[in-house]
């Protein structure tokens, strides 16, 4: 059931179709700013990805591996059997560190470009990274539980996370 508005001479229903086809169009009036298309779940998801899983990932990597973290910065993260890959629950494919890798960019590339299934699932992880990523996948399900929202996603995150002093 959707929701008619009546705006000038058209009818518009809750979900923006015009009901009267020969209306003319009208202008709406914008108070504020636009509203951004990044407001979205998956917007939000992306955020929390961008801002906290992945300095997480490269903070595990560089533990296990001694690379500098200055260093991982310049790596892609990469998802090894996509972002909705089944099997990673309760955190998900796009969360869960077992589905996560920092890769070159030029590896990435290759990864990305490779012509079998296969090859574009990967895993370049060496035992001690793979094993640091099965510690972290751990940590964080004991802290969420089956059920969570991505706020408690976001402060579970942060809760990993270690800040050199300056």
Do not use: W
């Not at 560089?62 to 892609?76: F, K, N, Q, R």
């Amino acid at each position: 059931m959707a929701i008619e508005l009546r705006l000038g001479k058209s009818t518009k229903t809750g979900v923006g179709c015009r009901k009267d086809k020969n209306a003319k169009p009208y202008e709406m009036k914008r108070s504020g700013k636009m509203r951004r298309i990044g407001k979205t779940k998956r917007g939000r998801e992306q955020r929390i990805f961008e801002n906290y899983m992945r300095p997480l990932i490269l903070q595990e990597v560089a533990e296990a591996t001694g690379v500098d973290i200055e260093v991982l910065e310049g790596y892609h993260i990469d998802h090894i059997n996509g972002r909705d890959a089944p099997g990673f629950e309760p955190l998900g494919a796009m969360f869960s560190p077992l589905n996560l890798q920092a890769l070159l960019p030029e590896v990435h590339v290759f990864k990305t470009n490779a012509k079998t299934a296969e090859g574009q699932r990967f895993d370049y992880r060496d035992t001690a990274t793979q094993e640091r990523m099965v510690a972290l996948t751990a940590r964080l399900s004991l802290k969420l539980g089956k059920a969570f929202t991505l706020k408690e996603l976001r402060v579970a995150i942060q809760s990993e996370i270690y800040y050199k002093e300056n």
